[in-house]
């Protein structure tokens, strides 16, 4: 089954659209379920899959993290921690936690059975993207990425628009370490699923790919 969100246009409210996509025969894409977000939210900026498709969840532009139960299309819990909208959101490898990323400068851990927002991850810059790694039990980090607004980015250097990928322990939400590369925003990135490097994308239009060296694995935090 294929999750989307619409966009608030044409005097049509924002919706959250569900289409089962194994229905080959039925080319016009009927849902299987549509539920309205606004008015009552505000519109959905990026949905995910709960474990085992009982439920989705959405982010949105007042920054609200909200659970829609499949069967019944309404609305299980609604999360209010961020002020501005959420711009990514991603699950962690074993399905149990959720990292969003807002434009209020922050990256927040959330528990997905319960949406309580667990761990704050503070910088000084738009977030835009957030991940958390596969190896969450021996390193347990989380890397976002983001930096200055696009609009700006032409008036500033790559130093002071802050376009480094920043790590941060995933319990004590300290930043240990920051990559450069990119010259514009952070758009998207995500680890790689061994947990041996990640990837990030940039308004600069690269992909950057980083393998992390043997000094990764041999840092300790000092508790």
Known sequence: MIAYTTD??????????????????????TPIMRTQVTPSNSKALSVLWGPLDEF??????DGCVIK???RTGKKMIVGQEHTKQIKDMQLSHDGMMLITASKDTTARLWDLDTLKALKLYQTDRPVNSAAITPLVDKYPHVVVGGGQEAMDVTTTSSRI???????????????FARVKGHFGPINSI??????????????????RVHVFDDSYYQ?????
């Open 219 to 223: 840092f300790r935090f000092d508790y």
């Open 161 to 175: 628009g802050k376009f480094d990928a920043r790590f941060f322990h995933l319990v004590f939400e300290e930043e």
């Open 8 to 29: 608030k246009m044409m005097g049509q409210n924002s919706e959250l659209v569900i289409i089962d996509c194994r229905e080959a025969n039925d080319t016009d894409g």
């Open 56 to 61: 989705v969840v959405t982010g949105h532009e």
């Open 190 to 207: 995500s680890f790689h699923p061994n947990g041996r490097g990640y990837a990030s994308g940039g308004e600069d239009g690269y992909v």
């Open 68 to 70: 829609w139960d499949m």
